[in-house]
C-alpha cells in the first residue's frame, strides 16, 4: 500500500507518516517497505491523479497553485502486509491501532481466499479427469446402443418360394 493512502486511512499527513517510519527505519526493512523508482511512479502517477484529482509530484519547471502539502515533493513509499503491520507500532494512536487492526483482518481473509482458491483450482482438475473418463463410458454406452438399434444383416431363412 502506498505512504499516501496509508496515512489517508490513519488520519495524518503523509509527511508526518514518512517522518515517522524514517525516525525508526531500523524496523522497515527491504521485504516490510520501498521507495519506488521514477519509472515506476511515472506509470502509476497518471491513475492516482486521476483518482484524487491533483498532482502528486511538483514540478521543476512549472510554476504550481499555492497551498503548502498539495503537491508531492518525493517519490512515494510503498508498505508490504509486514509494513502495514509495523505501521501501528511507530503511529501509535487509536486511530492507527484501528486502521491495523482492519488492514490485517482484510490481509488474513485475503490469504485464505488465495488458500481456497489453489483447492478450488485442484477440485476443478480433478472432475476435468473424471470427466475425460466419464465421456468415455458415456461413448461406449452410445456404441452399444447403436449396435442394438441397427438391425443386424446376418444370413435369414427365406420365407416364401424359392
Known amino acids: 500500500m502506498m505512504d499516501s493512502d496509508l496515512a489517508e486511512m490513519?488520519?495524518?499527513e503523509t509527511k508526518v507518516l514518512n517522518q515517522a517510519v524514517k525516525r525508526n527505519l531500523d524496523r522497515f526493512p527491504e521485504d516490510f517497505m520501498f521507495q519506488l523508482t521514477v519509472?515506476?511512479?511515472?506509470?502509476?502517477?497518471?491513475?492516482?491523479?486521476?483518482?484524487?484529482g491533483r498532482d502528486f509530484l511538483r514540478s521543476q519547471i512549472v510554476t504550481?497553485?499555492?497551498?503548502?502539502g498539495r503537491h508531492r515533493k518525493y517519490l512515494p513509499y510503498v508498505f508490504t502486509e509486514q509494513g502495514v503491520a509495523m505501521l501501528s507500532s511507530v503511529l501509535n494512536s487509536?486511530?492507527?491501532?484501528?486502521v491495523n487492526i482492519s488492514i490485517m483482518r482484510v490481509f488474513v481473509k485475503m490469504r485464505q481466499w488465495?488458500?481456497?482458491?489453489?483447492?478450488?483450482?485442484?477440485?476443478?482438475?480433478?472432475?476435468?479427469q473424471n470427466q475425460s473418463e466419464h465421456n468415455e463410458h458415456i461413448r461406449n454406452i452410445y456404441q452399444i446402443i447403436e449396435?442394438?438399434?441397427?438391425?443386424?444383416?446376418?444370413?435369414?431363412?427365406?420365407?416364401?418360394?424359392?
Open 114 to 128: 488465495a488458500t481456497n482458491y489453489e483447492g478450488l483450482v485442484k477440485r476443478i482438475e480433478e472432475l476435468s
Open 94 to 98: 487509536p486511530t492507527a491501532i484501528q
Open 39 to 52: 519509472e515506476e511512479w511515472e506509470g502509476l502517477k497518471a491513475e492516482f491523479e486521476e483518482q484524487k
Open 64 to 68: 504550481l497553485e499555492d497551498g503548502r
Open 10 to 12: 490513519y488520519g495524518v
Open 147 to 162: 449396435e442394438l438399434i441397427r438391425p443386424g444383416y446376418s444370413e435369414r431363412n427365406r420365407i416364401g418360394f424359392k
